[in-house]
């Protein structure tokens, strides 16, 4: 059993950046992917990033077209943690975020997702 545990939401003016992590228990990395999506209020849950592991060090990362050049997804493999880094926030990044893990390469589609994590609040203000 897995459980990924986020922190470091919080409320950021516009402009702002914020770094969210994702520490996994229970099992390693390996090769799977982990990813971030988020959820804001009325809408549906959507894709941010993700890391696909290649080797203990060594992994691809993967964005959501609006997130691309904002935001950073890294990880370290030894802690177990992923992390988002998150730039010139909006306040339509307004959102739930979570941490996910799965084992598929479909790394857009959230049903593909084994593990998630409770989530972390991000709230950007104008």
């Known amino acids: 059993q897995v459980q990924l545990v986020e922190s470091g939401g919080g409320l950021v003016q516009a402009g702002g950046s914020l770094r969210l992590a994702c520490a996994a228990s229970?099992?390693?990395?390996?090769?799977?992917?982990m990813a971030w999506f988020r959820q804001a209020p009325g809408k549906e849950r959507e894709f941010v990033a993700a890391?696909?592991?290649?080797?203990?060090?060594?992994?691809?990362?993967y964005y959501a077209t609006p997130m691309e050049g904002r935001f950073t997804i890294s990880g370290d493999n030894a802690k177990n943690t992923v992390y988002l880094q998150m730039n010139s926030l909006k306040p339509e990044d307004t959102a739930e975020y979570y941490c996910a893990q799965t084992s598929s390469t479909n790394y857009r589609n959230s049903n593909v997702y084994d593990y998630w994590g409770q989530g972390t609040q991000v709230t950007v203000s104008s």
């Open positions: 890391i696909r592991w290649t080797g203990s060090t060594l992994y691809y990362a």
């Open positions: 229970g099992r390693t990395f390996g090769n799977s992917v």
